[in-house]
């Protein structure tokens, strides 16, 4: 974990002027007194994600990495944790005192932590609308609380396949069923919209009349159809922002080695950015 010493951190991705993740972790550092800590953003691609790597200096902390770089960045580092293992995907680069590079994935347990805020510890059965590589760190964070099966909702025969593959690989009970019957997926216990934006607007006349949970990874434009109708019908709705906010804690307490790190402030710095767009 990295000390006090290190004093940089940056969120790397292409396209990355969008990224929240500069509000969020400097709003970490000012309420943890570290007013010399940096974080940037860098436009970095794959192309140049192997030369941005190579000149980090022992002043680096960490790196929070976006798309298209999760599975990229895996071959260069020095070691993955278990949970970037389990989904092939790392978002979280932290910088050792002896300058290894360690990979880990913060999105899953976020996910997770997300969830209990709210109060939802475990379930007997979920959906994921969607089959991208969200919808593998959902399938992840749901071997964690659902006892039962999962139900993806998708477009093609070949991503149906990906998913059972993956509910395989992370010991998921994983049935897929195809994107004309996703109005279905609203009824179960716990909903993962995974979609781009726009995806899911044509389901929000399906919302039932007392629906459970929804977890809508999207943050901008909020809400969504979906979840504004699920609001209003006295669902429970967890955001896109949750998801933000709780894999940036993470990061920040693996970055800095301070625990816990301010959620409450992050979030609040998270919710300002978005009104001010």
């Known amino acids: 974990m990295a000390t006090e010493r290190a004093r940089r951190a940056a969120v790397l991705g292409s396209p990355i002027a969008h990224s929240l993740s500069p509000v969020l972790h400097r709003a970490a550092y000012g309420e943890l007194g570290l007013a010399d800590s940096t974080y940037d953003l860098f436009d970095v691609d794959e192309a140049a994600l192997p030369g941005f790597l190579k000149g980090l200096g022992p002043e680096w902390a960490g790196l929070s990495l976006t798309m298209p770089l999760k599975r990229a960045v895996i071959p260069l580092l020095d070691e993955i944790s278990e949970t970037a293992a389990s989904v092939e995907a790392v978002n979280t680069v932290v910088v050792t005192e002896d300058g290894r590079r360690v990979g880990d994935n ?100 399906s919302v039932p ?11 901008d434009p909020w809400p969504t159809a979906l979840a504004a109708r699920w609001s209003m019908y006295g669902g429970a709705v967890v955001s896109g922002l949750d998801l933000l906010v709780h894999q940036a804690v993470l990061q920040v307490e693996q970055m800095t080695g301070r625990a816990p790190a301010p959620l409450a402030a992050m979030r609040k710095a998270g919710e300002r950015a978005l009104a001010a767009r």
Do not use: K
């Open 209 to 219: 009349e007392r629906p459970a949970t929804l977890f809508d990874v999207l943050y």
């Open 106 to 205: 913060t999105d899953i347990p976020g996910m997770v932590a997300a969830l209990r805020e709210r109060g939802i510890e475990q379930v007997e059965s979920a959906a994921i609308l969607g089959a991208g590589a969200t919808a593998s760190s959902a399938l992840a964070a749901l071997a964690r609380i659902c006892t039962g099966e999962v139900v993806a909702y998708v477009r093609s025969q070949a991503r149906a396949a990906e998913m059972r593959e993956w509910g395989e690989r992370l010991d998921v009970q994983v049935r897929t069923a195809d994107w004309a019957d996703a109005g279905r997926a609203l009824s179960a216990p716990l909903v993962i919209a995974t979609t781009p934006a726009g995806a899911t607007d044509a389901l929000s006349a």
